[in-house]
């Protein structure tokens, strides 16, 4: 046999015959304190004075409550305070009890109407005894591990103390992670070292740069604007110049679909160096068996994890799946109000202040459908809404996606074409046109992502001027009754629309008059085909985003909702304007009747303004899209319109 390294303890074999793994002789080296033992004891003392410590260890017939930072450090907590001094007993909790037959604080409450010493330690102090937590003598509420503390525990391990320590360090990790990046041998640097290279990659930071920081992001506006002011306030908050109560830390996020939601949180973690926590409502079902409680378990898990991690984001991604209490049915209430509750008190712990450290952001297609109880003052009380990114956002976009490829070029022009598209179609406008240069064996070309934009239209002529009067229709009536500002008019396809005018809304819609020229701005698409083309497509029309349902929408609300129409109750919203038709055919056919009189009266609108609608469409035939300024000049040619007759039947133009 060969000889065994002296570095080595002797083989040993167990009852089995099983080679028991040797442990390394550390005979000859200095022993130094062991981190498990030196982080807890160090978080309790940074929050106690000398006074306070004397109380606890000393103090007869006592009973201390610990509020842990995370269930992590729920054991080593207590076996720090344990051994801390004498106690006649001790409760460590990190989840609900199971069964009646769990321990339910009898010993606890036992020992101190004896007189005696207890103490309990939870993430989470509702978990402990109810007796336990309003007769407790001391409640201690830890933070999670200050750097300075930290860098104090480094010194003891490494016996010296680190030189560069940032103000975040060990933010995001888990007692275990901070533990296994302070080893005894390492020099302090290494320690830090380790520490935030740790917390990077629990961040979820692709090595590879994929996730940009937030000031390498475009467009985004109000949301923008708040992700920016947080990183700065949790920088504030962990030198310790605000509470975490100063945070806007609870919102919700509402846009379209594709419009960068979860990217956008991506590189806000990155920038604040924390790690986020993504989950939903369909991640809670599929991770358990679905049963109620299943699912309610899955949600505690999500938020004791966040709780863990803090300083961390939790986003709730898609938190419209979590029904609104007000629109589910009575055969699924009992089931869902038990799964709204739980969030709901979940969130109150997480938001309130007692679980410092957790960002809450919830991410919605569709803010009209959440609970109102979670959009409340003291939950997710700010909804920002993110707009599609403009010209000068798309441009910044797709010079970020392209990277190296058309460096120094102007592309305005592409991006102008993009218009209408989101951060996540202009990566895969980049993805297509290196695709066609690299089957082509050569570099980019600008033609190849225009051509990715606006690929070659292969409609119909008729098709692409009915299209290009419809559209020109929104934009000239919407200017002319001063329903909204044009941005943009495209006739180039997106997705399952043939054309598109991107607008900013005039006016808040609080009154009558304002919901009724929005009515009308909506309208004019088929009206200009009816007027100029003679009669109108089914473009208007055919499914629940068309503008006629959006126009039924905007009438029947004002009967439902508002007291402006015949009845001055409440019927319900604009989600519930298909039902109370159905169900109610008097009010179905007073929204009938006033959609055909501002119908008529958009007819009339544009008959006069014809010649301008036909000019923009001419224009957009060629070019296939305008700009603002564009459509502005073009309107600004037309000085002496004149009236188009009722009635008239395929005018020739262009």
């Known amino acids: 046999m060969a000889d065994i390294d002296d570095t080595w303890d002797d083989i040993v074999i167990d009852d089995s015959g099983s080679i028991v793994p040797p442990k390394r002789n550390t005979i000859g080296k200095e022993e130094l304190p062991d981190a498990r033992q030196l982080l807890p004891e160090a978080l309790l003392e940074s929050v106690l004075s000398k006074a306070e410590l004397h109380?606890?260890?000393?103090?007869?017939?006592y009973c201390l409550i610990v509020h842990a930072p995370g269930q992590d450090w729920v054991k080593p907590l207590h076996r720090a305070i344990r051994s801390m001094s004498d106690w006649d007993d001790e409760m460590g909790r990190t989840e609900a009890p199971r069964s009646n037959s769990d321990d339910n604080g009898e010993g606890l409450i036992k020992a101190l109407a004896g007189g005696g010493r207890v103490f309990a330690v939870s993430q989470n102090l509702?978990?402990?005894?109810?007796?336990?937590?309003?007769?407790?003598?001391?409640?201690?509420?830890?933070?999670t591990m200050p750097a300075p503390i930290l860098a104090k525990v480094i010194k003891q391990v490494t016996g010296k103390l680190p030189v560069d320590v940032p103000a975040s360090l060990g933010a995001g990790l888990m007692f275990d992670e901070i533990v296994t990046c302070l080893r005894p041998g390492s020099t302090a640097a290494e320690c830090v070292e380790r520490l935030k290279n740790a917390?990077?990659?629990?961040?979820?930071?692709?090595?590879?740069g994929e996730v940009p920081a937030l000031h390498e992001l475009y467009g985004y506006g109000a949301a923008m604007t708040w992700a920016t002011e947080l990183v700065d306030d949790l920088e504030s908050w962990r030198r310790g110049e605000i509470p975490w109560s100063s945070l806007s830390a609870a919102v919700v996020l509402s846009s379209q679909p594709g419009l960068g939601k979860t990217s956008m949180m991506q590189s806000l973690a990155k920038s604040c160096g924390i790690p986020m926590i993504a989950t939903s409502v369909a991640a809670w079902f599929t991770s358990g068996t679905g049963y109620?409680?299943?699912?309610?378990?899955?949600?505690?898990?999500?938020?004791?994890?966040a709780r863990a991690q803090a300083p961390c984001i939790l986003l709730l991604d898609e938190i419209d799946a979590l029904p609104s209490r007000n629109a589910t049915d009575s055969r699924n209430a009992d089931y869902w109000a038990v799964v709204i509750t739980n969030v709901l008190t979940l969130l109150d712990g997480a938001v309130?202040?007692?679980?410092?450290?957790?960002?809450?952001?919830?991410?919605?297609?569709?803010?009209?459908?959440?609970d109102p109880a979670l959009v409340r003052p003291g939950r997710l009380s700010r909804v920002i809404h993110i707009d599609p990114p403009d010209e000068a956002a798309l441009e910044g976009i797709l010079r970020q996606h392209l990277g190296g490829?058309?460096?120094g070029e102007d592309l305005s022009v592409p991006a102008r074409l993009a218009i209408g598209s989101s951060g996540a179609t202009c990566v895969d406008f980049v993805k297509t046109a290196r695709r066609t240069a690299r089957n082509a064996k050569r570099t980019m070309k600008m033609a190849d992502l225009i051509e990715a934009i606006a690929p070659d239209d292969h409609r119909s002529p008729e098709l692409i001027e009915r299209i290009a009067i419809h559209e020109a229709g929104h934009a000239v009536i919407s200017h002319a009754i001063g329903a909204a500002k044009v941005i943009a008019i495209s006739i180039v396809p997106k997705g399952g629309t043939g054309g598109f005018v991107m607008s900013d809304r005039i006016g808040s819609q609080s009154t009558r008059g304002d919901v009724e020229r929005m009515v009308m701005h909506t309208l004019a698409g088929r009206a200009a085909e009816e007027i100029i083309l003679g009669e109108p497509g089914t473009g208007s029309g055919g499914g629940a985003d068309s503008d006629l349902a959006a126009a039924t929408r905007f009438v029947a609300v004002l009967h439902l909702g508002t007291a402006m129409g015949e009845e001055f109750i409440y019927r319900g919203d604009a989600r519930d304007v298909p039902s109370m038709l159905s169900m109610h055919p008097r009010i179905a056919t007073a929204v009938e009747q006033e959609l055909r009189k501002l119908y008529a009266e958009t007819l009339r609108l544009t008959?006069?303004?014809?010649?301008?609608?036909?000019a923009v469409a001419d224009e957009l035939m060629v070019t296939r899209h305008l700009g603002g300024q564009q459509f502005l000049d073009i309107v600004a040619t037309i000085k002496a319109p004149r009236e188009w007759p009722a009635g008239k039947e395929g005018i020739q133009h262009g």
């Open 292 to 305: 109620l409680d299943s699912v309610v378990k899955q949600v505690d898990q999500v938020f004791a994890q």
């Open 126 to 143: 509702a978990l402990l005894p109810s007796a336990i937590r309003t007769s407790a003598d001391r409640t201690i509420e830890l933070p």
């Open 55 to 61: 109380e606890i260890t000393e103090r007869d017939a």
């Open 607 to 614: 008959r006069i303004h014809a010649d301008t609608i036909v």
């Open 199 to 208: 917390a990077q990659r629990k961040v979820g930071i692709p090595s590879n």
């Open 352 to 370: 309130s202040g007692q679980t410092e450290g957790v960002i809450v952001v919830g991410a919605t297609n569709h803010a009209g459908r959440l």
């Open 405 to 407: 490829d058309l460096a």
